[in-house]
């Protein structure tokens, strides 16, 4: 890849990241600058059996910049609708500060249906239509578009490009001079959602162990052979940043935690939390593993320990099971150490 400033300037030497190659360009030199993709030579299969060389170098090209002074907005009356409703699409270009418009310019948005196919809806800055539909003042550089097609449910996605180039600020209460904007180019995405009113949730997607007095209880296994401690859901408390104060709702996480036990059985080592977040939930205590960042505790509303024989050579040997209630303390100088400072048992059903 080469990049070609307008004052001739050649950068050949890029960043790699994992989706490529990327540059950035510190005060870039106004004007048009140019992209120069170089294809690479691969290897394209002609048959099962036998390959062939060729260029099947597939890329996406895309420059992005920071610009206080022009942007492009793009949002939606409403971002839900019912099947056959419309779709109302807003655009607001902003330049010389405030939005600007210039006439008869239209705003063309590609619009994507849940089945994949294309579709096109156009904005505009002219005022109503006949039928009272459309844009709601002309020339306020607002522009609006109005999408029909919508007989199919599921995702409707926009995308828009605009090429502005001598715009001038919109009509508003006040008198202004007649500046026109420079040449820039803006892209933005967004979507809306059509639902039909006659579907029925029959397996909503909150779970049902996660609604107050209705969870069941996630153990921690206790093992004896390697004297570990691990749970595979983790709740936390969330916390308003403002006051510090915990909301009284949780995430909810999974994935395994390993805690490693320490000499003594009551010194836990937290070596391992691959955790992914699934949830939002409004009760956690006695139906998952909490952690209180605020309290530095682990609370366990269920641990599962079994009794162990020793045999003459040392060797042990699980019997039945225990299950106990544990709350352990974070140390305050290695947070990876818990220590366990509480426990209570209870039945194992």
């Known amino acids: 890849m080469v990049l070609i400033a307008p004052d001739g300037t050649v950068y050949r030497e890029h960043k790699r990241i994992p989706q490529g190659l990327y540059e950035r360009i510190y005060s870039p030199t106004p004007g048009e600058w140019k992209m120069v993709i170089q294809p690479q ?5 002609s048959s099962p059996n036998t390959a062939s060389n060729g260029f099947n170098s597939n890329f996406v090209a895309r420059a992005y910049t920071h610009n206080r002074v022009n942007n492009f907005i793009a949002s939606l009356r409403k971002p839900s609708i019912e099947v056959n409703e419309e779709i109302y699409v807003y655009a607001i270009v902003n330049s010389i500060g405030g939005a600007i418009t210039k006439q008869d310019e239209k705003i063309i948005a590609e619009v994507t249906l849940p089945n994949g196919k294309k579709d096109v809806v156009t904005l505009l800055d002219n005022g109503r239509d006949a039928q009272g539909h459309g844009d709601d003042i002309a020339g306020d550089g607002i522009f609006t578009g109005v999408y029909y097609n919508t ?42 959602g059509v639902r039909d009113p006659k579907d029925v949730v029959t397996h909503p997607e909150d779970d049902p162990q996660t609604q107050p007095g209705n969870c069941e209880v996630e153990a921690a296994i206790y093992r004896t052979d390697d004297k570990t401690l691990s749970f595979e859901v983790l709740a936390t408390e ?112």
């Open 151 to 192: 007989v199919q449910k599921g995702a409707y996605g926009f995308h828009f490009k605009v090429n502005v180039d001598k715009w001038v600020l919109g009509s508003d209460a006040h008198k202004h001079d007649q500046i026109e904007s420079s040449r820039f180019l803006r892209e933005v995405r967004i979507s809306a």
């Open 41 to 45: 030579e691969v290897v394209i299969p």
């Open 238 to 349: 969330f916390y308003n940043p403002i006051t510090d104060k915990h909301t009284g709702e949780f995430s909810l996480f999974t994935g395994k935690v390993i805690l490693q036990g320490l000499p003594g059985f009551y010194d836990f080592e937290y070596v391992s939390g691959n955790l992914t977040y699934a949830n939002h939930i409004t009760q956690a205590k006695d139906c998952y593993p909490t952690y209180s960042a605020l309290q530095k505790t682990l609370y366990l509303p269920k641990v599962v320990v079994p009794m162990v024989s020793v045999l003459p050579d040392w060797l042990l040997l699980e019997g039945p099971k225990l299950c106990y209630k544990a709350l352990l303390k974070q140390a305050n100088t290695r947070e990876q150490i818990f220590t366990l400072i509480e426990s209570i048992e209870i039945p194992c059903e």
